[in-house]
C-alpha cells in the first residue's frame, strides 16, 4: 500500500482514503482499475471493490470504455465530491505553507 499524502495524514490512512487521494490528485483525468491498482500499490480485486464501493455511493462515475476496459472518472457534480474536492485543496495549501514556513524558520549557515 501506498504511503498515502497530506490528504490521509488528515483524515486518516485507509484504503478507501487512499484512492480518494489518488482521484483527487488526478481529478479531470478517467482511469481504470488497474491504474487505481498500481498507483495505491493494492491489488486490482481490491481495487475494483473500493471503486465500487465509491461508486455506489456516487463518487465516481462510469466514463468510457476503451477496448475492454472500463474507464472510470471522479464525479464532480456530487456535493460530497464538491466538498472533498475544496478540502483536499486546503489540505495541499496548508501542506505548501508549512513546507515554507519549516523553510524560513530553518537556521541558514554562511559560509
Known amino acids: 500500500m501506498r504511503k498515502g499524502g497530506i490528504f490521509c495524514e488528515v483524515y486518516g ?4 482514503n487512499l484512492v480518494l487521494e ?3 490528485e488526478n481529478q479531470g483525468l478517467d482511469f481504470a482499475i488497474g491504474d487505481v491498482a498500481k498507483e495505491v500499490k493494492i491489488s486490482r480485486p481490491k481495487a475494483y471493490e473500493v471503486v465500487k464501493e465509491l461508486e455506489k455511493k456516487g463518487f465516481v462515475k462510469k466514463n468510457r470504455v476503451v477496448g475492454k476496459t472500463q474507464l472510470y472518472l471522479l464525479d464532480k457534480s456530487n456535493k460530497i465530491v464538491k466538498l472533498l474536492v475544496r478540502n483536499f485543496k ?3 495549501k496548508i501542506a505548501y505553507e508549512e513546507k515554507d514556513y519549516a523553510k524560513q524558520a530553518a537556521p541558514r549557515v554562511h559560509v
Open 22 to 24: 489518488y482521484l483527487l
Open 90 to 92: 486546503e489540505c495541499l
Open 13 to 16: 490512512k485507509s484504503m478507501h
